[in-house]
């Protein structure tokens, strides 16, 4: 299964994320972006992956 990891102190909460990959990750109440599970669901690991390529500061790690 794949993880989906957010560097809590590069994030900067644009959003990017959860407009691409809605099933993967979050706005927290902190204003920064979080997976919403531990592992990635199956069927959202292209969105993932492609959230994490789409970081414009990088702070996204999917494995």
């Given at each position: 299964?794949?993880?989906?990891?957010?560097?809590?102190?590069?994030?900067?909460?644009?959003?990017?994320?959860?407009?691409?990959?809605?099933?993967?990750?979050?706005?927290?109440?902190d204003g920064l972006a979080h997976p919403k599970a531990e592992?990635?669901?199956?069927?959202?690991?292209?969105?993932?992956?492609?959230?994490?390529?789409?970081?414009?500061?990088?702070?996204?790690?999917?494995?």
């Open positions: 299964m794949m993880k989906a990891i957010v560097d809590a102190g590069t994030c900067t909460g644009c959003t990017l994320c959860c407009d691409i990959a809605p099933d993967v990750f979050a706005m927290g109440d592992e990635v669901p199956a069927a959202a690991e292209a969105s993932a992956q492609e959230a994490a390529g789409s970081c414009p500061v990088s702070a996204i790690k999917v494995d």
